[in-house]
């Protein structure tokens, strides 16, 4: 069993940058892959970004292509969010999730542990 925890979300301008850390603790997270989703208020939750379990396939939303990276240090248990460029409408609470299977995740969910959310807010 693999659980995640979010963090390192803030307060940033627009053009400003922030990185998110999802922490897993348990079993096997090397075999997990892991996905970025957020909740704008009044909105639905979407997929923002997604990494295969050994960080070699990578899949993100067509607004944060180009701005967010995903990457993983199995090492450490750790998936890392760098958000660049940020936008007012990037402004949501951030979810980290876990699932065996990365089409899983892209497709908008996950079966695995997700972690309790943070906050990101853009400023214009």
């Known amino acids: 069993q693999v659980h995640v925890a979010d963090s390192g979300g803030g307060l940033v301008q627009a053009g400003g940058s922030l990185r998110l850390s999802c922490a897993a603790s348990?079993?096997?997270?090397?075999?997990?892959?892991v996905g970025w989703f957020r909740q704008a208020p009044g909105k639905e939750r979407e997929f923002v970004a997604a990494i295969h379990w050994g960080g070699g396939r990578t899949y993100y939303a067509d607004s944060v292509k180009g701005r967010f990276t995903i990457s993983r240090d199995n090492a450490k248990d750790m998936v890392y969010l760098q958000m660049n460029s940020l936008k007012p409408e990037d402004t949501a609470v951030y979810y980290c999730?876990?699932?065996?299977?990365?089409?899983?995740?892209?497709?908008?969910?996950?079966?695995?542990?997700w972690g309790q959310g943070t906050q990101v807010t853009v400023s214009s």
């Open positions: 999730a876990a699932d065996p299977s990365v089409d899983f995740i892209v497709d908008g969910g996950a079966r695995g542990s």
């Open positions: 348990g079993r096997a997270f090397s075999s997990y892959a």
